[in-house]
């Protein structure tokens, strides 16, 4: 391993490194975050140091990359390209940041200064789902709030409906355990979901909807009209910070109440169909099925999930008008 490989933050930075509890894991850094996250105690698990100064190395640029999105920036390169090397891995976003990853450490090169802002997007994104994916954790794309003792999930896209379900059920007291990302891991016969932290982002309506206005809310990105919304502590309901058995996870079908009337249905899938299902909503699946062991490990612990969490199909009238129906639906069936 080169002497490059070994760089690492400098004295400075580690004496004013904070540490935080994310996604199960006790994080390490001196980087300032936008967003709320948890206190953390002990030693850090993984540490991670944004510089814009020098790069760890350069070593993997003589290599190709094993993934390049299809979706390309002004210039014409691919937005986000993967880079394996025997040591490390490459999360490469041209005239952007650059994520080194290593097994107990994330290091960000941030190569354009008017991307800023990406630098924590990243990480507490794609970044850390992919680096979870490497330890064997599954980075489901899912918000979950807690029921009773056990999390219940929503998994769906950007705009799938998730985040507005979680927010329902916290109008009735219900604590949030994730917004975006549900990291999922076994732990003996018990499969847990692992807390994010406590805030969510929301578009206006959904903000206006919920916590009463989106003015004054800081954006998410800049070019974006998403808002962060604080959740504890003076914020939008409570927040759950420890790992809790994953109950149920449900798939949201928002219909216009004209093709369906306002009816709610909930259909079971089998293990099969659910572990198609939870095969779409991996987070990072197109970045893991690269790596063809990680895509052989994760399928693996997708059809253990899939054979140990009842994964349902939820098929609910679009509007904020009906979610107090359905929060009471879902209620119900979770129970059963």
Same mark, same amino acid.
């Given at each position: 391993?080169s002497?490059?490989?070994?760089h ?11 540490t935080?509890?994310?996604y ?5 850094s001196?980087f300032?975050?936008a967003n ?5 105690s002990?030693?850090? =698990?993984?540490t ?5 100064t020098?790069?760890?190395t350069l ?7 094993v993934y ?9 390169n691919s ?9 490390y891995?490459v ?13 107990d ?11 800023r802002?990406?630098v924590?997007?990243?990480l ?8 979870l ?8 794309h899912?918000?979950?709030v ?5 999390a219940?999930a929503f998994?769906?896209?950007?705009k ?15 604590p ?8 999922v891991?076994?732990?003996?016969p018990?499969i ?8 969510m ?7 206006e ?10 954006? +998410?990105?800049?070019h ?5 919304i604080?959740? !504890?502590?003076?914020?939008f309901g409570?927040?759950w910070a420890e ?6 996870l449900?798939?949201? !079908?928002r219909?216009?109440? !004209?093709d ?7 259909t079971r ?5 659910? %572990?198609l299902?939870?095969v779409?909503?991996?987070?990072a699946a197109?970045? +893991?099925e690269a790596?063809? =062991? ?14 140990? +969490?009842? +994964?349902?199909?939820l098929?609910?009238p679009?509007?904020?008008a009906?979610?107090?129906q359905?929060?009471?639906a879902? %209620? ?5």
């Open positions: 391993m002497q490059q490989i070994l690492s933050p400098g004295a400075a930075a580690i004496a004013s490194q904070q935080y509890s994310l199960g894991v006790t994080l390490g001196d300032a975050f709320r996250l948890m206190p953390g002990g030693q850090p =698990q993984l991670f140091h944004c510089t814009e020098k790069a760890p070593d993997w640029q003589a290599t190709a990359p390049a999105s299809s979706t390309l920036d002004a210039d014409g937005e986000l390209q993967l880079f394996q090397t025997p040591d891995s999360l490469h976003y041209p005239n952007c940041t650059d994520y080194y990853l290593w097994r450490r994330i290091i960000c090169h941030l190569t354009n200064d008017f991307h802002y990406w924590e997007v990243g507490l994104g794609g970044v850390l789902s992919f680096w994916e490497q330890q064997g954790i599954i980075a489901l899912a918000a979950a807690v029921v009773n003792g056990h219940i998994a769906a896209t950007n799938g409906g998730k985040t507005s379900l979680a927010a329902s059920l916290m109008q009735l007291g219900y949030l355990l994730t917004d975006d990302i549900l990291p891991a076994a732990d003996g018990q847990l979901g692992r807390p994010g932290y406590p805030q982002r929301m578009w206006p309506d959904q903000a909807h919920f916590w009463g206005a989106y003015q004054g809310l800081e954006a +998410v990105v800049p974006l009209s998403k808002r962060r604080p959740v !504890d502590e003076g914020g409570q927040f790992p809790v058995p994953l109950r149920c449900y798939l949201p !079908d219909r216009p109440v !004209d369906g009337g306002t009816a709610v249905e909930i899938l089998s293990p099969r169909e659910a %572990l299902e939870l779409k909503h991996a987070f197109q970045l +893991v790596v063809p =062991q990680m895509q052989l490990h994760r399928f693996r612990r997708l059809a253990q999930i899939a054979a140990q +969490v009842s +994964v349902r199909r098929s609910y679009s509007g904020v009906y979610l107090p359905v929060r009471e879902i %209620l119900q069936d979770a129970q059963t």
